[in-house]
């Protein structure tokens, strides 16, 4: 049975009363139940009322903007964010990466395209905020690491400790507050150990695509892929010259660091 906190809610944020009527119709088609807000104080309180599974956020609002809406709906809210910009510049798309949107478009955009990237954020599981919990005896102790029992279901990387199906991480036993994107990465890293993966390959793989029907990866796509890691590296404290975790292949991608020596 489905819990109510995962009915299919999305709250759309955007100010142009024309644009917001068709982020409706959009959803609407998509099986959403909408809930619509003209600006980011009224769409901060929208989510954090109806807990929404996709919220659509337009960086152009009057008052507070997308990106401090953004950042204000990170702290109360795991919804798959998609935001939405009238303007190119690379500028607005790291800022609202870096703010915590899932994804973006820019204006005009194709209602087509919305439907395929929500589809494809759809097929990542959601991962809950700890501030969503109410059982928070089930958060790990921040003891020694000799008193905690690491279950078969736990990747462990120098120090580092990720559980897939349980969609949590533990540095030196403590929990990281990761963002979905920043989590699928992670995971993504951890299971392919030392192989190079190319920033088109994971930005792919944060699509739900497979190399067979994958479509062209933009270089927009691949510096959002960058930001991401930027992102997750600042979150771990991992270093770029020295890296535990994350270590860049220049001028192709990532690849999980070599683990330390015992």
Known sequence: MTEPSEKRVAVIIEDDPDIRALLAVVLTQAGFETITASNGLDGVTAVREHNPVVTTLDVGLPGMDGFETARRIRGVSSTYLVMLTARSDEIDTLQALEAGADDYLTKPFRPRELRARID???????????????????????????????????????????NAAERRVLLDDHSLDLTRTEFDLLASLLDSQRRVRSKADLALMLRGESYADSYSVSEADQRAVEVHMGNLRRKLGDSVTAPSWLETVRGVGYRLAAPHES
């Open 120 to 162: 494809a954020m759809l097929r990542r599981p959601r991962h809950h905020l700890a501030t969503d919990r109410t059982d928070t005896a089930a958060e790990p102790e921040t003891t020694a690491t000799d008193s905690i029992t690491v279950p078969s279901a736990w990747h462990e990387h120098n120090g580092l400790r990720l």
